[in-house]
């Protein structure tokens, strides 16, 4: 009877572990910042019109919409988050907190269309106390924020590349387009590291610095350290970095 009461319990507990992903998912602006990004990606697609052989730039805008299709983004960034996480509730606990939220608020904010427009020629040069700029360091430290743009201007940079490869086969050969793509992942990290202290106060502007505080003490904590790793473990999964259009063409088709 004991047996039965704790295969009972440990059945019942799946569907609710489970939902805690799905939850974090949507709690830490998951599905927004993929519509975000979409937004951004049309607009790319337009710039490329006007510079690009109709063929060629066809090619770049069937690429990228089968790579990056909302529903084939969600369920790799979802699967991955739950590999590479292991226990998501103190992650959900602090991103539905109020200082969570608003974490969320500001991160969603500085990815609209709009924002990202108004900022395209660069952001302005942030004023902030000593004690302000500390907690900004410790932040980037903590965040694993440069990484995450490599990752997305690797997965844009890809599709260009397997666009090309259609185009001119065996110019680049196989998957050495992607190879040669991730090969500047270090000098694209080394770009946003260089303005990264200013980006976040730019972003983070409307915490105050009791809650950047406690931004910083979860981002350090155990818990939010792993959380930001298959965080950046989801974004690369979910924009498919490093991996053909081509070898995506069976996940998509099963979706």
Known sequence: ???????????????????????????AGWPQQRMHFSDALQAAQERYRGSLPPAV????????????????????????????LKQPASALQFFQSPVGRKIIDAELLATRSDQLARYANGLPRSEASATRRLLIRHLAQALPAEEAGAEVSLALAGVAADSLSQMLPGLLGGDSAQSLLNSQRQRL???????????????????????????????????GAAYYQAALAAIRSGLAVGQSTASLAPAAQGI
């Not at 590291?193 to 981002?219: C, I, K, M, P, W």
Request: aromatic share 6%; net charge negative.
């Open 189 to 223: 990290m080394e770009q946003i590291a260089g303005d990264l202290d200013n980006t976040l106060l730019h972003v983070y502007r409307e915490l105050s610095d009791a809650e950047l505080e406690e931004f910083v003490g979860f981002a350090q904590s155990e818990a």
């Open 57 to 84: 730039h066809q090619a770049l805008v069937n690429n990228s919409n089968q790579r990056f299709a909302a529903a084939a983004v969600d369920q790799r960034a979802q699967q991955a988050l739950r590999n590479n």
């Open 1 to 27: 009877m004991r047996a039965l009461l704790v295969v009972m319990t440990l059945l019942l507990s799946l569907p609710a572990a489970a939902d805690d992903y799905l939850q974090l998912y949507q709690a």
